[in-house]
């Protein structure tokens, strides 16, 4: 046994149940809290404590105060001063609650669970009442981060961005509606993903992605070299209005959903073989010959799907320009609809939301705890950014 180890099993042995060695590290808690604010006044006076000082203000005794932590309630002595102009950072005044045990409820309700269920949580782990109004004061504080975050500075170029919507129901007006959360998610230059941001609309439209891109615009993006989308009717028109230099790659794994809609059970698996036969072709002629074969086959009986390729060909084709690397992450919205989809688990408790403040909230702490693990370059992220600057050489240098 190393001596580390021997040291720590005598040091556990002084104590004779849990509930001893839980109270002795309270203890230290305590005290060392005691000790921070002892130095907070310190700094805050500009002078040591049993020090003498000519200033006006000086240390007035102390105040209980019972506060909530991680490792329960607790009563400590907050050192006061004569001017009470002593606020302190680790515990503010009519505050009982610090900030590690906050983030606790903020990363519960993130995750879905509503407010009585973070109060019975609360109780069953950490062994103190903390009431539904008070998590919902704290979960509200959300707001203003929100809104700062919302309008925050955009980097000036993104290599590719990633649109799509998530729908949720909402209340309005005495009624139960379903609104849009617009979603962006732009690649930087050093390869980390960023969500740019979320939008509360009706019913996803291409007007409405208009708005978003012009607010992305007035946040300090000047060009996104390529942008991946659904096939919204007019969501292209919507993008080159804002960024006319933008590739913009319509997701091929929307058209074959929208193109299955209408084939029936028996041809499915005949008609969804034919269509791969387009999108993993080697090059973009190869591929236009695979849909002419397709054509042929299928225009009579299903001519919807047939003339939806057609007519969204140049977008659905884009990726064939550049190299597999590339290709593998701009012809399809996968990424950012597994963020959807982690933002669906996060709120699926939730049948409807009681207005649009709470889906917006709600939505922005699912998105921050499902990118909490976006700290590293998507992969591959040296070859692809060298590509993208032989490709797009000129833009990338402005």
Not at 51 to 74: P, Q, V
Not at 290 to 300: E, L, M, R, T, V
Request: aromatic share 10%.
């Amino acid at each position: 046994m190393k001596k580390e180890e021997l040291l720590m099993s005598e040091f556990l042995k002084q104590f004779k149940s849990l509930d001893e060695l839980n109270d002795f590290v309270n203890q230290i808690h305590k005290r060392g809290l005691e000790q921070l604010l002892e130095g907070e006044l310190d700094v805050h006076l500009g002078y040591d404590k049993h020090r003498k000082s000519e200033l006006s203000n000086y240390r007035n005794g102390h105040t209980s105060k019972r506060i909530k932590t991680t490792l329960g309630e607790s009563v400590i002595q907050v050192p006061r001063d004569r001017d009470s102009t002593f606020n302190p950072i680790i515990i503010p005044k009519r505050t009982n609650m610090l900030e590690g045990i906050e983030n606790v409820i903020v990363s519960l309700y993130a995750k879905g669970m509503s407010n009585s269920d973070i109060e019975e949580q609360i109780i069953e782990v950490y062994g103190f009442q903390t009431s539904t109004s008070t998590i919902s004061r704290i979960t509200d504080r959300i707001s203003n981060d929100i809104v700062a975050w919302q309008n925050r500075p955009l980097e000036s170029i993104y290599l590719i961005t990633w649109m799509d919507g998530i729908s949720f129901s909402v209340r309005e007006n005495s009624k139960v509606i379903r609104k849009t959360i617009y979603i962006a998610v732009g690649l930087r230059r050093d390869g980390l993903k960023e969500v740019l941001g979320i939008w509360l609309g009706k019913n996803e439209s291409a007007a409405f992605w208009l708005a978003v891109l012009t607010d992305m615009k007035a946040r300090g993006v000047e060009d996104i070299l390529i942008t991946v989308t659904d096939n919204l009717k007019g969501f292209t028109d919507a993008i080159i209005t804002v960024f006319p230099e933008s590739i913009t790659q319509i997701c091929v794994v929307h058209q074959i959903r929208n193109a299955m809609k209408y084939v029936v059970s028996k041809d499915k698996k005949e008609f969804t073989t034919d269509m791969k036969e387009i999108y993993t072709a080697p090059t973009q002629e190869a591929a236009r010959a695979a849909f002419n074969d397709f054509s042929k086959k299928w225009k009579s009986k299903y001519s919807y799907a047939v003339k939806s390729w057609n007519n969204n060909w140049d977008n659905l084709t884009a990726f064939f320009e550049f190299p597999v690397e590339i290709r593998t992450i701009i012809y399809t919205t996968n990424l950012i609809e597994n963020l959807n989809g982690k933002i669906r688990k996060y709120t699926k408790n939730k049948l409807s939301f009681p207005t649009d403040e709470a889906v917006q909230k709600s939505t922005y702490l699912a998105i921050r705890e499902a990118t909490k693990k976006w700290t590293q370059p998507i992969r591959k992220w040296g070859i692809i950014y060298n590509q993208f600057m032989i490709i797009f050489d000129t833009r990338l240098k402005c």
